[in-house]
């Protein structure tokens, strides 16, 4: 993925059906936003994701991240590299890695 030279385009898919495809290999990046106000209101993964932010605990040692909270962006990727965002801050970079497998 290019953000330069947009090689990429934007569209909006059920999240199981995303999930599938990432697990066949597909090249695709997701970036959720809020189910409320998607162009207006920060994504909160307590919020828009309430069944998986149990499995998002911050340690003690960053509490401090907690309480100034704005936002908690869910980003899932295939095979993909992923660009840099710029934000006004810097915000902590918490990576969950998960090797799905299948059988038959």
Same mark, same amino acid.
């Given at each position: 993925?290019d =953000?330069?030279?947009?090689n =990429?385009?934007y569209? /909006?898919?059920? =999240?199981g059906?995303?999930a599938?495809r990432? +697990?066949? +290999?597909?090249?695709l ?9 998607p162009?207006?209101?920060?994504a ?5 994701f309430? /069944? ?11 509490s401090?991240?907690e309480? !100034?909270?704005f *936002?908690?962006?869910?980003r899932v990727? +295939?095979?993909v !590299?992923?660009w840099?965002?710029?934000d006004?801050?810097q915000?902590? &970079?918490?990576v969950?890695k998960y &090797?799905?497998?299948t *059988? &038959?």
């Amino acid at each position: 993925m290019d =953000f330069t030279t947009k090689n =990429f385009r934007y569209v /909006t898919t059920e =999240f199981g059906d995303f999930a599938r495809r990432v +697990g066949q +290999g597909d090249k695709l990046y997701l970036r959720a936003l809020s189910q409320e106000k998607p162009s207006e209101k920060p994504a909160l993964l307590a919020d828009d994701f309430p /069944t998986l932010a149990p499995d998002f605990v911050l340690p003690p040692q960053l509490s401090l991240v907690e309480k !100034n909270l704005f *936002s908690s962006v869910l980003r899932v990727s +295939g095979p993909v !590299n992923m660009w840099l965002h710029y934000d006004v801050s810097q915000p902590p &970079l918490l990576v969950q890695k998960y &090797l799905l497998t299948t *059988s &038959l």
